[in-house]
């Protein structure tokens, strides 16, 4: 059980083109999901946080008209790279927790803007 | 400003020896740590956690040990194994909510 999906698992895009990531949780309702970033051997860096049917949290720093978050519904949450740059480029992983549970990770996706 | 910190980039150890991790924190708020164990191009995947009413969690072939007024837990995996090559993560949360993470440590089991 527990099992977050994430939809490219890998994308190259052409800069100034915007890329959707999707984000699900396969056997659970995720009343959070959390995305984020990971550069080369870096830590894992939390982008923004959401809530099903709210908007989303952003991280100081962190341009959110750049960075679309949408949690429409209880299993799925999107992540729009809008005017993707190649310093876009990165991992984005996703989490998924259900209230009172663990956050468990998706595979995470590889983004390469050329 | 990094509230988690893993200062040994990486670890090497042989075969059937114990790797032991060490993370330190700054946010006395804390109250629940995590480790995490991650390949490359993968996420990653949770492996232990402890809460801060607790100074020691055992689960198998790893332990976690929190020790609250110096702010450090450790990991120990014992025997190690090469499959347990990868990078370990520790991370925090505040009232079991986002997660802070450190910068990893990249573990080599050698045979």
């Known amino acids: 059980g527990a099992v977050v999906s994430q939809h490219p698992s890998w994308v190259i895009c052409k800069s100034g083109t915007s890329v959707k990531i999707e984000c699900r949780s396969l056997d659970f309702q995720a009343t959070t999901m959390f995305w984020y970033r990971q550069f080369p051997k870096q830590s894992l860096m939390l982008m923004a946080t959401?809530?099903?049917?709210?908007?989303?949290?952003?991280e100081q720093g962190v341009e959110k008209d750049k960075f679309l978050i949408n949690h429409a519904s209880l299993t799925l949450s999107t992540l729009t790279v809008t005017s993707a740059h190649p310093e876009d480029s990165s991992f984005y992983i996703c989490s998924a927790r259900e209230d009172g549970h663990e956050q468990y990770f998706g595979p995470g996706t590889r983004l390469t803007v050329t | 400003d990094q509230q988690v910190k893993q200062n040994s980039p990486s670890l090497s150890v042989q075969e059937g020896r114990i790797s032991i991790l060490n993370c330190d924190y700054t946010n006395s708020m804390f109250d629940y740590f995590l480790w995490y164990k991650k390949y490359p191009a993968e996420g990653p995947t949770f492996l232990i956690s402890i809460s801060s009413i607790k100074d020691k969690n055992e689960d198998g072939r790893f332990t976690v040990f929190l020790n609250k007024s110096a702010k450090h837990l450790s990991l120990h995996i014992v025997p190690s194994q090469p499959g347990d090559s990868a990078v370990y993560f520790c991370?925090?949360?505040?009232?079991?909510?986002?997660?802070?993470f450190g910068a990893g440590t990249t573990v080599t089991v050698r045979a």
């Open positions: 959401s809530n099903e049917g709210s908007k989303a949290t952003y």
């Open positions: 991370a925090a949360s505040e009232h079991d909510y986002k997660l802070s």
